[in-house]
């Protein structure tokens, strides 16, 4: 049975009290074999009850049953935590499955195959180009706030391309039917939904998912789907991907280490089984001051 927060970190407790009083190696493995199938690992889990940062650190016992199980276990762990799906992670679909949208409002354009590369490009500066440079009509359902994202969209895909109007318009009147179709009306999901796109589209950190839609390799239906995270381009995908690997490690390894000692006593349980660490918060020429606190009750306290 899976045990709670609580009962993992009461577990860790357990653990680090056997070590620090040289229990026997087997009073050890049983409580390391307790964690096998009652911990589900998750980062929250390792990181708010320090149980892998105290596991770890059995990886180097001097006993080698010890060791070996606290390897297996760390390494069981670190499996169950990168196997878990990553939230915004882009999905496989075949193409086939695009075919499954709605179909388009009656006022909308018909959905084209993927725009071939215009052999003329616009003259308008990149950068400044929109539907008042470009002179585009965009009003063409009969109602303002869908009109109002097609132009939108046309801003968003229109930004830093060449592209002719004749080529981009029928693609934001797309993407606007299929977000349309998705939502059922014009409501708050709706336009949320239209905002999120148009600034996905103008990202400059993104200028490939803007490519992507305008040459067809992301259909309209796709694009309205898409949530931020599968927007995302590969280098930022790499480095979120890098961040969430040094924040795993960060869960199971002890940032700071602690001394254990013998010489200071609990003023509230009287046990002598004090772990410190000392820091210089005055002037220079002051003393530092030591924080402990109690590995058997928890208390913790400070001195200069």
Request: charged residues 30%; positive net charge.
């Amino acid at each position: 049975m899976a045990m709670d927060a609580k009962e993992i970190e009461q577990r860790g407790k357990d653990i680090g009290k056997a070590v620090q009083e040289n229990a026997s190696s087997a009073a050890v493995v049983k409580l390391l074999n307790e964690l096998k199938g009652g911990v589900h690992a998750t980062e929250d889990v390792l990181r708010s009850t320090k149980i892998g940062v105290t596991i770890n650190r059995l990886r180097t016992h001097k006993d080698p049953a010890v060791a070996k199980l606290a390897t297996e276990l760390v390494s069981k762990w670190r499996d169950e935590v990168k196997k878990q799906p990553k939230k915004g992670t882009p999905a496989r679909v075949a193409s086939a499955t695009n075919g499954s949208a709605s179909p388009a409002p009656a006022s909308s354009a018909a959905a084209s195959p993927a725009p071939s590369q215009s052999k003329h490009k616009h003259n308008v500066d990149p950068a400044k180009r929109n539907h008042k440079t470009d002179k585009v009509k965009y009003e063409v359902t009969g109602e303002e706030a869908r009109d109002m994202s097609i132009r939108l969209m046309y801003d968003g895909l229109a930004h830093m391309s060449t592209e002719l109007p004749e080529t981009i318009l029928p693609i934001a009147r797309q993407i606007e039917s299929a977000a349309h179709a998705n939502a059922g009306r014009v409501n708050d999901a709706y336009k949320t939904k239209m905002r999120s796109l148009f600034q996905n589209l103008k990202a400059k950190s993104n200028p490939a998912l803007r490519k992507r839609v305008l040459s067809g390799d992301i259909t309209p239906q796709k694009f309205v789907t898409m949530t931020h995270d599968e927007m995302k381009s590969d280098e930022r995908r790499l480095e979120d991907e890098k961040l969430e690997a040094e924040n795993l490690n960060q869960a199971m390894v002890a940032q700071v280490e602690k001394s254990i000692s013998k010489e200071f006593q609990c003023s509230k349980c009287k046990q002598k089984m004090v772990s410190y660490s000392q820091a210089q918060t005055r002037s220079a020429d002051e003393p530092m001051t030591t924080f402990c606190e109690c590995m058997n009750c928890g208390n913790r306290w400070k001195f200069s």
